[in-house]
Structure formats: structure tokens, C-alpha cells
């Protein structure tokens, strides 16, 4: 009968402190749902008023005007500055509310990747910018090429060829770029841009060499044709 009596003790005792957690953690959980809900719903009206001020400044026109929006277009991306600058402030919000959240809730794990997460945006902002300088300076570069070439009277054909190559080789290393400041496959696209720079240069190298092999000769021979002659 004691032996009896001593599991109930503990079991009802279990259930005592159980309840007296839960009835001490519901505060914490009001708390919050409390913040979440309210932290969302700015985070959310910030991220709206942010992108309506930028297109009320008509950044977004600007960038429709520099060619900016089609290059982005053009590779498959629908970019406007309002949506990117709108889209990151909100969710850089809504991570600093899931912070706090985690905070209330005394959630050490899950508090210190988001803390990790919350770093991590300044990245992604960075490698934003990259990218868009990447493509601006695409843009200017196939402009500059493909009129210079056709003031050369270049054909129309090879200078839209050789203007898109120059376009979309600064496009790639801009996107290289923005990936390195990202910490994605680092080694891997360093590696890989070590191998592009190294085979355009030998192609370049190729290229001038075989076409200017010719000229090179005549050169030389006149050089040895001065030296007998003095």
C-alpha cells in the first residue's frame, strides 16, 4: 500500500510542476504572439513605405531610363529598386522580431542563428549593389563597344557579337563577385575566375600573335637587312 501511495506522491507531484511551467509560461507565450503579430504587421507597413517613397523619388524610372530594369530583364530578373530596397528592409524586420521573439521565449539556439541570419543581410544588400554595377557597367560597355566598332566600320553583325561577349563577360564576374560576398562556393568561383581571366588572356594572346605573326616577320626582316647593311 506505501508502495502504492509513493508512485502517486511522484506522479502527482510530476504533474504539479508541469502545470506550474506551463501556467508560468504562458506569459511568456502572450508576451510573444504579442510581439510577433505587431512586429510583423511593421515590418511589414515599413517595407511598403519604403518601396512607395523610392518610386515616389522616381528611382525606379531612373533605373528604367539607364537601361537598368531591361538588362535585368533581359537575363531572366524582374529588378526594380523599390522592390529589392522594400523586400530586404522588410525582412531585416521581420528577423529582428523573430530575435526578439526567440528572446521572450529564451530560446538561446534559435536567438543565435537568427542573430547569424540578421549579420548575414548586410551581405546580401552588398552583393545586391555589386550586382547592379556589374549590370550598369554591362550596359555602358556594349554601348561604348558596338558604336565604336561601327565607327570603324565594323560590320553590324560582329560588332553586336563582340559588344554582347564584352556585356555578359562583365555581367558573369560581377555575378562571381556578388556570390563570393555571399561566402557561396567561394574557392570554387575564385578558382573558376582565375580560369576565365587566364583563358581570355591566352585567347587574346592567341589571337594577336597568329594575326600579327605576319607583320611581326616583316619587322624582323628589316631589322637583320639594317643590321648587314650598317
Partial sequence: MNYFSSWNDAIVASLQDLWAQFVGFIPELLGALIVLIVGLIIASFLGRAIKRVIQFAQIDKLSEKSGLTTS????????????IVGWITKWFLIIAVLIA???????????????????????????VIILIIGVLAGHFIHEVIQKGLQASRVAATQAKLLATIGKWAIIVFALMAALIELNIASRLIETLFTGIVAGVAIGFGLAFGLGGKDQASKWLNKMDKEIIND
Avoid: C, H, M
Wanted: net charge positive.
Fill in 101 to 127: 521573439v526567440a528572446d521572450i521565449l529564451k530560446w538561446p539556439q534559435v536567438t543565435e542563428f537568427l542573430n547569424s541570419v540578421a549579420l548575414y543581410i548586410p551581405r546580401v544588400f552588398v552583393a
Fill in 72 to 83: 535585368f530583364e533581359k537575363i531572366g530578373l524582374k529588378f526594380t529598386p523599390s522592390a
